[in-house]
């Protein structure tokens, strides 16, 4: 088990949700690929650092957009060595975000939950 996985406090949730990440002045569109109350992974090329303060803006089925303050906890890069990128991209640390948020979490999370 990796480091990041001993630090995790929730289960994540496979999904996919297309989204757009701000900092400063700069968006990149991104999916989120897996997510829990505490986080996401985010499937992006975009160019961050661990430790960088993001927005997250998160686009649901029905057309409604979520917005999500937090930061950067590390950065998934391919290998210089390999052609084939597998998922590139970010993990999210949840800071704030609205209700909906969590009541979306919970709904993957089914029934059992």
């Known amino acids: 088990m990796s480091k990041m996985q001993n630090e ?16 400063g002045d700069e968006e990149h569109r991104a999916f989120a690929t897996n997510l829990s109350a505490g986080g996401l992974f985010l499937q992006t090329r975009a160019k961050f650092a661990a430790g960088d303060k993001l927005t997250l803006e998160l686009d649901l ?6 917005t999500l303050t937090g930061s950067v906890a590390r950065v ?7 052609q084939a ?22 709904g993957l999370y089914g029934p059992s939950a």
């Open 85 to 106: 990128v597998s998922n590139p991209g970010l993990g999210f640390v949840v800071e704030s975000a609205p209700e909906e948020y969590f009541q979306l979490v919970m």
């Open 8 to 23: 995790r406090r929730f289960d994540r949730i496979g999904a996919r949700f297309a989204c757009a990440l701000r900092s």
């Open 76 to 82: 998934q890069t391919p290998h210089r060595s390999t």
């Open 61 to 66: 089925p029905d057309g409604r957009k979520l």
